[in-house]
């Protein structure tokens, strides 16, 4: 399958937003690296985002590892 999120978007218009359980983190899910088959695969699977948090209120951007995003946190959009 396709990797339809394969190109890099703008923080304003991210593909998916993730939100922690408490609230207090974001990531804005700017790019994907693989379809979605490959990340089921691959336990190093990234996405790229901006990572908003108490530390950070203007955003970091970086590579997050998906497992780490879906532990802690649950999809809004």
Known sequence: MKNECAKTRPKENPYEVWVSF?????WLVRKKYQSPEGEAANPYARWFCTVISPFTPHGEVGDVYISEIKSQAVRVS
């Open 22 to 26: 408490d609230g207090t983190w974001k």
